[in-house]
């Protein structure tokens, strides 16, 4: 083995080709006929491992480093890109549960607000109700006073009125009695006149 590149998950065709397009130094995209046969099987069935000679055209067109330490700078370029990968969904793991505790902070504070919200309007409406209650009792009490002092007056005035109807009464049985005596006594004097 010359040169060894390992691929990563590159398990079919597309992925495989999508590999080879993506070299560095202006390489085709794909590949053609018989080397691609050879290279893809190689990948296929080695478990992701690709081996190259020297004599490839595609070690020629530089698929692949000419020693070593170009497969390592490869290693530690996909590292990088996979622990880039992992801070970048750590960074958004962090940034979904930040929202979802603000999510849940505002719904709490959202909750509590309603809360006392209603709360408030409850004991403004009870303190409205207690001044109309209120209201209504001191009416009640005034009409009360006003219909006690109106039935006091009318039974003063009705006491008054038959104290003066007993009185006339008694006048006008005086002058009538008064005024039958006096014809009374005018018929026995013409009679005894005569």
């Known amino acids: 083995m010359d040169n060894v590149i390992i691929l990563k998950d590159a398990v079919n065709k597309k992925e495989f080709n999508d590999f080879i397009s993506t070299q560095p130094d202006g390489i085709e995209l794909g590949l053609n006929g018989e080397e691609y046969k050879q290279i893809y099987s190689k990948v296929k069935y080695s478990n992701k491992v690709l081996n190259i000679n020297k004599n490839s055209s595609l070690y020629s067109k530089k698929i692949v480093g000419d020693s070593m330490e170009d497969n390592k700078l490869l290693e530690k370029y996909l590292d990088?890109?996979?622990?880039?990968?992992?801070?970048?969904?750590?960074?958004?793991?962090?940034?979904?549960?930040?929202?979802?505790?603000?999510?849940?902070?505002?719904?709490?504070?959202?909750?509590?607000?309603?809360?006392?919200?209603r709360k408030d309007s409850e004991e403004r409406i009870d303190k409205k109700f207690n001044q109309i209650l209120s209201s209504i009792e001191k009416n009640n009490e005034r009409l009360e006073k006003r219909i006690s002092d109106i039935e006091n007056k009318i039974e003063s005035n009705s006491k008054t009125l038959e104290n003066k109807i007993d009185g006339n009464n008694k006048w006008i049985i005086g002058v009538c009695i008064t005024t039958i005596l006096s014809i009374a006594a005018l018929v026995i004097s013409i009679l005894v006149a005569k």
Not at 86 to 99: F, G, M, P
Not at 108 to 117: A, G, P, S, V
């Open 80 to 117: 990088k890109v996979d622990q880039d990968r992992r801070d970048q969904e750590e960074r958004l793991n962090n940034a979904i549960v930040e929202s979802e505790k603000r999510n849940h902070t505002e719904r709490t504070e959202f909750e509590k607000r309603i809360l006392q919200d």
